[in-house]
């Protein structure tokens, strides 16, 4: 009894050894993988690039900073993205205050040539971040 078990356990895990290390086959394949990949950053970047449109919007409407709504939106982007996201959202947040610092010094930077003079934060996160 306890050697058909045995057998058929090990049949078993021998069978579905490779599926959790399946790498795929093929150029197909490949490419087909490098897509879906991609896709999904640019998904994530589209995601954060929403996360600090909302931001600004719940800024210039006095609505509650650290919001439930916002805390789970950028739950959400973590979770998808694990650690990467919070590494490109701090990417972000640096460049912004870069380009801050920049246009109160008077130095001319590629926002202020896309987009001349009035650029609202908005403008210059669509510019900024680019997925």
Do not use: C
Not at 3 to 26: C, D, Q, S, V
Not at 92 to 114: D, K, R, W
């Amino acid at each position: 009894m306890f050697e058909t078990i045995f057998f058929a356990t090990l049949i078993f895990l021998f069978l579905n050894r490779n599926k959790k290390r399946r790498r795929p086959r093929g150029l197909d394949a490949e490419l087909k993988e490098l897509v879906e990949n991609s896709n999904d950053a640019t998904g994530i970047g589209l995601e954060i690039k929403r996360l600090l449109l909302d931001v600004i919007n719940d800024d210039k409407n006095d609505l509650e900073k650290f919001s439930d709504i916002r805390l789970a939106q950028a739950q959400h982007i973590l979770d998808r993205a694990g650690p990467g996201a919070l590494y490109w959202m701090s990417e972000i947040a640096g460049q912004l205050a870069t380009l801050s610092a920049a246009q109160i010094n008077g130095i001319p930077t590629n926002v202020n040539a896309e987009l001349r003079d009035g650029a609202t934060p908005e403008d210059i996160v669509r510019i900024v971040v680019r997925p």
